[in-house]
T-cell receptor, first 112, second 113 residues
Framework: EDQVTQSPEALRLQEGESSSLNCSYTVSGLRGLFWYRQDPGKGPEFLFT???AGEEKEKERLKATLTKKESFLHITAPKPEDSATYLC?????????????FGKGTKLTVNP | NAGVTQTPKFQVLKTGQSMTLQCAQD?????MSWYRQDPGMGLRLIHYSVGAGITDQGEVPNGYNVSRSTTEDFPLRLLSAAPSQTSVYFCASSYSRSTGELFFGEGSRLTVL
C-alpha cells in the first residue's frame, strides 16, 4: 500500500530563517510526486510535480527535490506570506488521479 | 476563468437530513473528484468521474452519491447525514485522469448535529 509521511507536523520559523520540509513515501514505481500549498479556509493549490530521483523544481523561495525515498521542500529566506500548510501527494504506477495518496501536511508559520 | 466553484461554503444539517454540495468547473476538465479533509488525516477521495456519465467510488464512498450529467458539474449528495460526515469537502478537477495536478475549489464546511 502506498504511504506518505510528512515531517514535521508543524514548523515555526523567523522571517529569513531557511529550512526544509520532508515528505517520505513508500510506493513501488513512483509515477509522480506532487506538492501543494493550502492556506487556512482555502483549497490546496498545486505547486510542483517531480517525476524522477534527482529532479528539482523552483518557484520563488521554494525548491522541491526528489530522491528514491523522499522529497524535500526547501524554503529559502521565508516571508510571513509563506505561512501555510504544505501537502505532499504521490501517484503510483497503477492508477490515475484517483490513486493519489496525500500526506497529512506540514503547517508552516513564518513570524515577522 | 472562475476555476472550480463550490457551494455552499458552510452548511449545518441535522442527523438524517439530505443535501447536495455543488461543484462546477469552467476549464473543460475531464476528471473531477470529491475529497473530504478531517483534522489529523490526509485528503480522502470520496467519488470521482473521468467524464460525463462516468463515475466511480473512491476510498470513502459510503453515505454519498454523485452524478455527472455534464462536463462542468459534479454534485455530491449526502443521502441521510450523520455526525461522522462532519468535515470539509473539496471538489477537484484536472484536464486528465493521468495527472496528479489537481485544481481545487475553496471547500464546503459541513457540520452535522
Amino acid at each position: 500500500e502506498d504511504q506518505v509521511t510528512q515531517s514535521p507536523e508543524a514548523l515555526r520559523l523567523q522571517e529569513g530563517e531557511s529550512s526544509s520540509l520532508n515528505c517520505s513515501y513508500t510506493v513501488s514505481g513512483l509515477r509522480g510526486l506532487f506538492w501543494y500549498r493550502q492556506d487556512p479556509g482555502k483549497g490546496p493549490e498545486f505547486l510542483f510535480t517531480l517525476y524522477s530521483a534527482g529532479e528539482e523544481k523552483e518557484k520563488e523561495r521554494l525548491k522541491a527535490t526528489l530522491t528514491k525515498k523522499e522529497s524535500f521542500l526547501h524554503i529559502t529566506a521565508p516571508k510571513p506570506e509563506d505561512s501555510a500548510t504544505y501537502l505532499c501527494a504521490v501517484q503510483g504506477p497503477q492508477g490515475g488521479s484517483e490513486k493519489l495518496v496525500f500526506g497529512k501536511g506540514t503547517k508552516l508559520t513564518v513570524n515577522p | 476563468n472562475a476555476g472550480v466553484t463550490q457551494t455552499p461554503k458552510f452548511q449545518v444539517l441535522k442527523t438524517g437530513q439530505s443535501m447536495t454540495l455543488q461543484c462546477a468547473q469552467d476549464m473543460n476538465h475531464e476528471y473531477m473528484s470529491w475529497y473530504r479533509q478531517d483534522p489529523g488525516m490526509g485528503l480522502r477521495l470520496i467519488h470521482y468521474s473521468v467524464g460525463a456519465g462516468i463515475t466511480d467510488q473512491g476510498e470513502v464512498p459510503n453515505g454519498y452519491n454523485v452524478s455527472r450529467s455534464t462536463t462542468e458539474d459534479f454534485p455530491l449528495r449526502l443521502l441521510s447525514a450523520a455526525p461522522s460526515q462532519t468535515s470539509v469537502y473539496f471538489c477537484a478537477s484536472s484536464y486528465s485522469r493521468s495527472t496528479g495536478e489537481l485544481f481545487f475549489g475553496e471547500g464546503s464546511r459541513l457540520t452535522v448535529l
